[in-house]
């Protein structure tokens, strides 16, 4: 394919977008009720006959919800997540991701589902990233239930009837269990109205959400309220996802106090294994030192590193998503008088 016609198909799979996103955004504001989204879905499988087009069309949506997130207006966030929705609906299209082996250092390309790749891959590393990901979840399932609206259980049946609720999303919608991961794990972190399963929130106290007039409205759908605590990711998963984060932003230190303290009493993340509860915080330490002892031996061998791209963000993560760790352990250690001696030695 010679450079004319690369550029000519970039254009035009950046057009796309543009329209996609205007439009599913007009949407989106006028919180439409129920809305036939067949024409998207005729047009993505259409594009499938065209590799040409549908190669740059994926690599322009990986390139942007992975790459360049912080980037991306509220248009674009409603024209990837339902392009998403489409494809997660409609799978087939794969992508080859190369790997190189621990045993001989050979190259292996693994075939993964583009919609897993994408959702595995969405940004979590500054406070921007996580903001993005947030409003792209909550755009995702805001899209799922306005073109399937009779697939979600109604207001009542939530209430009386939860786990009836959450087989039908799941099995009627296929909202992905990664999705509802990140959606637990981002909305208590970023909305303190989300540590509370309100469903009414109030106006967002998050300065990271700013840049997305339609977050309230979005995060306030009773379908992202009630996909909030499910699947939420184990503690092993949280500490890793907060160990690597570089860039805390605008999220002041007295945010994350109160969000670790909440964190540790409500115990919205528990640990995978623990033999008893009443050594619930001991466990919890525990595993955090276990944390950050791998992640410092992780991190002195650049080889091995996930986080290594330069020196200069080698030392931020030291800086911040290691101290938001210590912050977690300063947080857990008021709950438990045996964890005073513990965190001295530790630290």
């Known amino acids: 394919m010679n450079g004319f016609v690369c550029m000519v198909l970039l254009q035009l799979a950046q ?6 996103g ?5 949407l989106l504001n006028l919180a439409t009720k129920q809305y036939d989204g067949s024409w998207l879905t005729q047009l993505l499988l259409m594009l ?3 590799a040409a087009v549908l190669r740059i069309l994926t690599a322009v949506v990986c390139h ?8 991306l207006s509220e248009c674009h966030v409603h024209g990837l997540a339902a392009i998403l929705v489409h494809w997660n609906q409609h799978p087939g299209i794969r992508i080859g991701q190369n790997r190189t082996s621990r045993l001989d250092g050979s190259k292996i390309t693994k075939i993964t589902p583009l919609v897993s790749y994408i959702f595995d891959s969405l940004p979590l590393s500054t406070a921007a990233d996580m903001s993005f990901s947030l409003v792209f979840a909550a755009s995702y399932i805001n899209y799922v239930e306005m073109i ?4 979600f259980p109604d207001e009542n049946r939530m209430h009386s009837d939860k ?7 799941d099995d009627r919608n296929g909202i992905p269990g990664r999705l509802k991961q990140l959606l637990s794990y981002l909305g208590p972190r970023l909305v303190k109205d989300l540590r509370s399963n309100s469903s009414h929130l109030g106006s967002i106290d998050s300065t990271v959400l700013s840049k997305f007039p339609s977050a309230e409205r979005l995060l306030s759908n009773r379908s992202v309220q009630s ?6 990711m184990s503690l092993e998963i949280w500490v890793q996802n907060e160990i690597e984060v570089i860039d805390d932003g605008d999220v002041s230190a007295e945010w994350l106090s109160e969000y670790y303290s909440w964190v540790v009493f409500s115990r919205w993340h528990k640990p995978q294994f623990i033999a008893d509860s009443d050594n619930y915080i001991i466990s919890v330490l525990q595993l955090l030192a276990q944390a950050v002892l791998e992640f410092d031996t992780r991190c002195s061998h650049p080889g091995t590193c996930r986080c290594s791209e330069t020196a200069q963000q080698h030392k931020r993560l030291r800086q911040s998503g290691r101290q938001n760790v210590f912050n977690f352990l300063q947080a857990s250690r008021h709950q438990h008088y045996q964890i005073s001696s513990f965190y001295s030695s530790f630290c």
Not at 64 to 71: N, V
């Open 15 to 20: 057009m796309l977008l543009n329209t996609i």
């Open 64 to 71: 942007l919800l992975t790459r360049q997130a912080t980037m």
């Open 163 to 169: 786990q009836s609720a959450v087989s039908s999303v």
């Open 227 to 232: 996909l909030l605590d499910q699947s939420r």
């Open 148 to 151: 399937c609206p009779h697939s």
């Open 22 to 26: 205007e439009t599913v955004t007009r």
């Open 48 to 50: 499938r006959s065209h």
